[in-house]
């Protein structure tokens, strides 16, 4: 063979190479998961419960995965700007969201949100849930919930219900029960739970509705009056659930869950729900959720997506009817 000929010859064979190199790298498969640091997102303040829920499985998934796992806060704007910086994030399973159930609340207050959440992220597994309680300070006259309406409708216009901010789980149950039980209580926002119990316990409030997580440190200021969710609370047996007493749709319980971005490959997703719900197991993990006062969870995708969808229509139905509106 010639050395032209010869020559020749190599530069088709590079010339083939350059051309079927994207093609080969489109067909090859994707590296396994996880294949670079993984992200958790947590779009509140480093400290509150989220943050160390998010914490405590990264520090689980970087030793059983061998990969770090870092802890982002991205907070801002009720968690709108965490949550809309997921949303916008690749959908390979590196950029995890650790929501809330405000993730859901939200969208009907608001006229307009820069994502859909039940449209742009894909539920991964609930991590821990937690359910609400309406309670009175020790000296209130109502020693039941038929004892507290009765005192409500007999003083029309002197009594009201606490929530931890606007637009929040305890300000949806309080306006739920003004329209369930035909009664007048006035709503007094506070910025946060920590001064909300306070005041209640100070006997500055009529009554508030507060998470058990938040109450459980003062249970012994306040009289609960009942729960929401589909079951006592342990613990609190004697206090009934809004459900026993012919309340409707107080069942959704507070919750804390991880999300991806919708587009994240489905074998992604179940690798990373297994790994979490394995971790959720785990005696010391379970002993740190209930030092929250939180009940570990722990499902499937699928169940957690159901779980989303019937919440949101419960609150979007709520905050309709109660003219429950957020600026933005």
């Known amino acids: 063979m010639t050395k032209p000929s010869m020559l020749r010859r190599l530069c088709l064979a590079a010339a ?62 009720a968690g709108t700007i965490g949550n809309n910086f997921v949303t916008k994030a690749p959908a390979d399973g590196h950029t995890v969201l650790v929501a809330i159930t405000a993730l859901i609340q939200q969208p009907p207050m608001m006229d307009k949100l820069p994502y859909d959440p039940l449209k742009e992220l894909a539920p991964v597994t609930m991590i821990a849930r937690s359910p609400s309680m309406l309670a009175v300070p020790l000296d209130s006259p109502a020693k039941n919930l038929k004892d507290f309406i009765a005192m409500v409708k007999a003083n029309p216009g002197k009594h009201n219900f606490g929530s931890y901010g606007a637009g929040t789980s305890s300000h949806i149950q309080g306006s739920l029960l003004n329209q369930q039980a035909g009664i007048d209580l006035v709503h007094v926002p506070f910025q946060g739970a920590a001064p909300l119990v306070t005041n209640l316990v100070g006997n500055q409030l009529s009554s508030a509705f507060i998470d058990s997580a938040s109450a459980r440190p003062h249970l012994q200021k306040m009289r609960p009056l009942a729960v929401t969710g589909t079951q006592r609370i342990p613990g609190m047996p004697d206090v009934p659930t809004f459900q026993e007493l012919g309340y409707k749709s107080f069942e959704p319980y507070g919750w804390f869950g991880m999300l991806v971005p ?46 989303m969808q019937d919440d949101y229509a419960i609150y979007a139905r709520i905050v309709k009817d109660a003219n429950i509106r957020l600026s933005q």
């Not at 067909?27 to 998961?33: D, K, L, R, S």
């Not at 971790?279 to 959720?289: G, N, Q, R, S």
Request: positive net charge.
């Open 262 to 307: 919708t587009a994240t490959p489905s074998p992604v997703v179940q690798k990373l729900s297994d790994e979490v719900n394995r971790i959720l197991k785990m005696p010391d993990v379970v002993a740190k959720i209930e030092a929250l006062g939180l009940w570990t969870a722990g499902n499937k995708p699928a169940e957690f997506a159901k779980i």
């Open 16 to 77: 083939c190479a350059l051309i079927c190199a994207p093609a080969l790298a489109q067909n090859a498969p994707p590296a396994p998961y996880p294949s670079q640091p993984i992200k958790l997102v947590v779009p509140y303040p480093a400290g509150g419960a989220t943050d160390t829920l998010a914490r405590t499985i990264a520090q689980k998934l970087q030793e059983a995965w061998s990969q770090t796992v870092i802890v982002e806060n991205k907070p801002g704007a």
